[in-house]
């Protein structure tokens, strides 16, 4: 079964590859800028080639033949070798160029946005009296638009110094059952709004991990704000701290909208959002899970999760055990 499986996964990727109009609109360049026009180029090319040459060497028994057609070959592939390595080359600098404006802009923005929460930190505790209700909703809708834009920013940052390999992580001894409790009883008002009741299952004691407490911290979050965001009104969420191995796993359960099967491939991309999913919630960046992924793995860990649309997901991730 699980032959069969990966047999249809390999033929889809295939069928993906040679779809140069859909390679093309995700790069933002013309189709035949794409990798697989190019190399589908190289192939027709290469292939003619051959045949000529094979002709020539059959019809024609002056080796000066053979030689000038056999240096053609080489000519050609080598042309389109250096075609294939300079749009690869240009790939990766905009995406460098990209990288780098992300990281700047988001530096940028971090200081008026911190200023703007400050401010209306400061009327909301010690000018409310002074003001009337109309005056209060709106330094609270400020407050929490702003705060919105500070995660959008963070995460921003986040993914622009994980794409230059600058996300630093500490590894120090950490217990991911206090900070899976933490996360919780921050989530559990958001929650209670849609009456969403959370569980959370552990053992008294469990060993500690090996984890960066703020980035495992940022990890728990993403998945859990996630698993509230596309749980319906009156679902249940439910998660699971248990040990395996050398690896302590978390595990978190909903009976939400679940992710459609054609897009379960995609799920760790940047700004991947699903198409369900986004008539469900009209926020979100789609970065949560890109950011978790890395974070774990550079903990030297693992991220799965399994998913059945209008059924629900189960998403997990293992740290190694401090021994």
Request: glycine share 4%; proline share 2%; aromatic share 8%.
């Amino acid at each position: 079964m699980e032959f069969f499986k990966n047999k249809t996964k390999i033929k889809l990727e295939f069928v993906n590859d040679l779809n140069l109009k859909k390679q093309a609109k995700e790069l933002g360049i013309n189709i035949w800028q794409t990798p697989s026009f190019l190399f589908i180029i190289f192939g027709v090319a290469a292939t003619i080639i051959m045949a000529a040459t094979y002709f020539i060497s059959k019809n024609y028994e002056d080796p000066s033949v053979l030689v000038i057609s056999e240096c053609l070959v080489v000519a050609v592939i080598f042309i389109v070798e250096m075609l294939v390595a300079r749009f690869i080359e240009q790939l990766t600098k905009l995406n460098k160029m990209k990288s780098e404006f992300v990281s700047i802009a988001s530096h940028q923005l971090r200081t008026p946005l911190s200023a703007i929460k400050w401010e209306t930190e400061l009327m909301l505790k010690k000018f409310k009296k002074g003001l009337n209700k109309k005056q209060i909703k709106n330094l609270e809708n400020i407050y929490a638009i702003n705060q919105r834009m500070i995660h959008l920013v963070s995460d921003l940052l986040d993914v622009a110094r994980i794409d230059q390999n600058r996300l630093i992580l500490r590894k120090q001894k950490i217990n991911l059952v206090e900070i899976a409790k933490e996360v919780v009883g921050e989530i559990i008002p958001k929650a209670k709004l849609r009456n969403i009741e959370i569980n959370i299952k552990t053992k008294k004691r469990l060993p500690l991990v090996l984890g960066d407490s703020e980035k495992i911290r940022l990890a728990v979050e993403n998945l859990l704000d996630n698993a509230v965001k596309y749980t319906n009104n009156g679902g249940k969420i439910n998660i699971n701290v248990f040990e395996s191995g050398s690896f302590l796993i978390f595990e978190i359960t909903d009976n939400g909208v679940g992710i459609p099967q054609g897009q379960t491939n995609r799920v760790f991309e940047k700004f991947f959002r699903s198409d369900n999913a986004s008539k469900y919630q009209t926020d979100g960046t789609g970065l949560g899970l890109y950011i978790a992924k890395n974070i774990v793995e550079q903990l030297d860990g693992k991220i799965w999760f399994q998913s059945i649309e209008n059924v629900g997901s189960v998403f997990s991730f293992s740290l190694p055990i401090e021994r």
